[in-house]
C-alpha cells in the first residue's frame, strides 16, 4: 500500500514503457531490413530459391512483345523491363544470381521506375541465331554441339538446369521434314534440343549413355530434352536400345509421302556426288518394273515394316506420326497436334510462320531486330530432278499396299496418292 503511494511508481513505470517499445522498434526494424516472412536471412540460399519460385509465377511468357511485368519479392516491388525480349520465360532466362539490365530494377516507392538494384538479373534470349543453320548432313561434323554450347547465354546459368537423357526423341524418317519439326519445337520455352543429329543409338552406342547425357542441353524440371536422328526409325538394333534406355520415352516420326521422299533422298544423294539416273537405282529391271528394296532410298518408305520393330517395344500411344506435307502446308495446325501429344502448352501456333514464296516453303517471322526472316537452310527444300510420271507410277503402286497397313497401324490416313 505504503509503495502504492509512492509518487515514484508511475515515473517508473513510464520509463519501462518506453524502453519496451525502443526494443519492439528495434526488433520490427530488424525484422524489415534482415529477415523475410519465412524467416530466412537474403543470403541464405533456400530464401533465395523460394523468392525466385515467388517471382517466377508473376513473369508470364509474351511472344514477340516488350516484357514489363512486376516481380514481386517478399514485401518489395521490381519491375523487369526486358525489351528486345522475343521470348521470355523467367524460368530460365533470366538468373537472379546474374546482371540486371540496365533498365531494370526494384520500384520506387512510387511505383515509377527503376530505383537501385538489389540483385542482378540477366535476360538471355533462349533463340539461338544457329540453330536454322544446321544441315544435317554435316551433323556428325558437328555433333558435338548442342544448342545449349552454340549459344552461352543457354549453357550454364539457369537454374537448377542439368543435362538429362531425352525424354522425346524424334527418330525418323530421313527427309520426312525433321529438321522443320525440331526447330519449330525449339521455339517451345519447354523444349531443349541438340541441334546436330547425336546417332548414338546407331552409330555411337558404344560410346555409353553418360556420353549421350553430356550431348544433351541443360534442363530445368520441367523442359523437354529431345534430339532427332532420323536413322534411328529404320536401324534394327535401335528400338530395344532406346528401351533400354527409357520405356518411357516419347517418339516422333514425321513421314511423307515415300514416294517423294525417295526423290529427295536420291536428291541429296547426287548433291554430292554423281550417280545413276533415279530409275536405274529404284528398279532391279527397268524392262519388268522390279523394284529394288536394297535400295536404302526405297526401303526407308516402307513404314509400316520399320514400324512393327518398334511396336514389339513400344505400345503405339507412345508415338506420334506426324504429316510431312502438314508440316509444310499448315505448320501452326500440325505443331499444335504436336504440343498436344507432348503434354506441354500450346505455345508454337500459325501466328509463327509464314509462306516464303522464293523458298516456297513456311519459315519462321523474322526476329526481332533483324530484317531478315528464317528459313531453314539451302539443303531443304531443294528443287527434285524431273522423274518420269509412269516411273512415280510404279513406285505408288508398290508403295500402296504397305502405305494402307501403315495407315491402319497408326490410326491416321496421310491419303497418300
Ligand atoms: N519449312 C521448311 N523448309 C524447308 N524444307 C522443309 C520445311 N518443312 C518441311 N521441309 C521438308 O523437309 C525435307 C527435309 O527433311 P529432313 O529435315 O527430315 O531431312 S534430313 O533427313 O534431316 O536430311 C525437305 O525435303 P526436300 O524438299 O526434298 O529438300 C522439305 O521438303
Redesign the pocket.
Known amino acids: 500500500m505504503l509503495d502504492l503511494c509512492n509518487k515514484r511508481w508511475p515515473r517508473k513505470l513510464l520509463l519501462i514503457a518506453c524502453l519496451l517499445s525502443v526494443l519492439v522498434c528495434v526488433l520490427i526494424s530488424y525484422r524489415e531490413c534482415c529477415q523475410q516472412p519465412g524467416g530466412r536471412r537474403r543470403d541464405d540460399p533456400g530464401f533465395l530459391a523460394a523468392e525466385w519460385g515467388r517471382g517466377r509465377n508473376m513473369v508470364r511468357s509474351v511472344w514477340d512483345e516488350e516484357i514489363s511485368e512486376t516481380f514481386l519479392s517478399g514485401r518489395r516491388q521490381y519491375r523487369m523491363h526486358l525489351q528486345q525480349a522475343r521470348y521470355v520465360d523467367a524460368n530460365y532466362n533470366i538468373d537472379v544470381r546474374d546482371e540486371l539490365p540496365a533498365n531494370a530494377g526494384p520500384l520506387r516507392r512510387d511505383g515509377t521506375g527503376p530505383a537501385r538494384p538489389r540483385h542482378r538479373v540477366r535476360q538471355t534470349n533462349p533463340h539461338n541465331p544457329l540453330a536454322f543453320g544446321y544441315r544435317?548432313?554435316d551433323a556428325d561434323r558437328s555433333s558435338g554441339t548442342t544448342d545449349a554450347t552454340l549459344n552461352p547465354l543457354l549453357s550454364s546459368n539457369s537454374l537448377n538446369a542439368t543435362r538429362k537423357l531425352p525424354q522425346v526423341i524424334i527418330i525418323g524418317?530421313?527427309?520426312?521434314?525433321?529438321?522443320?519439326l525440331l526447330e519449330y519445337l525449339r521455339l517451345h520455352p519447354d523444349i531443349r534440343a541438340v541441334g546436330p543429329e547425336v546417332h548414338f543409338f546407331d552409330r555411337k552406342y558404344d560410346n555409353g549413355l553418360e556420353w549421350y547425357r553430356r550431348k544433351m542441353p541443360p534442363t530445368i524440371a520441367r523442359q523437354i530434352t529431345m534430339e532427332k536422328t532420323?536413322s534411328y526409325f529404320i536401324t534394327r538394333e535401335v528400338p530395344a536400345r532406346v528401351y533400354n534406355m527409357s520405356r518411357d520415352v516419347k517418339l516422333l516420326v514425321?513421314v511423307r509421302d515415300p514416294v517423294t521422299r525417295a526423290i529427295?533422298d536420291y536428291?541429296?544423294t547426287v548433291s554430292k556426288k554423281n550417280t545413276k539416273k533415279f530409275e536405274e537405282l529404284a528398279f532391279i529391271n527397268n524392262a519388268t518394273g522390279l523394284v529394288d528394296t536394297s535400295w536404302s532410298a526405297i526401303r526407308i518408305g516402307v513404314y509400316a515394316k520399320h514400324l512393327e520393330r518398334w511396336l514389339q517395344y513400344f505400345p503405339l500411344s507412345q508415338f506420334m506420326f506426324v504429316s510431312?506435307e502438314e508440316?509444310?502446308s499448315n505448320?501452326g495446325k500440325e505443331m499444335g497436334l504436336v504440343q498436344n501429344f507432348l503434354g506441354i502448352k500450346k505455345v508454337v501456333s500459325e501466328k509463327h510462320f509464314y509462306f516464303n514464296q522464293t523458298?516456297g516453303?513456311?519459315?519462321l517471322k523474322k526476329k526481332e531486330g533483324s530484317s531478315s526472316p528464317h528459313?531453314?537452310g539451302r539443303?531443304?527444300?531443294?528443287a527434285?530432278p524431273d522423274i518420269e510420271p509412269n516411273v512415280i507410277q510404279r513406285l505408288r503402286d508398290f508403295y500402296r499396299p504397305f502405305n494402307m497397313k501403315f495407315y491402319q497401324m497408326t490410326g491416321r490416313n496421310f491419303n497418300w496418292p
Not at 524418317?173 to 522443320?180: C, E, N, P, S
Not at 539443303?379 to 531443294?382: F, L, P, S, V
Open positions: 544435317d548432313e524418317v530421313k527427309k520426312g521434314g525433321t529438321r522443320a532420323p514425321v529427295s536428291t541429296q510431312g508440316l509444310i505448320p523458298k516453303f513456311p519459315c528459313c531453314l539443303t531443304k527444300g531443294r527434285h
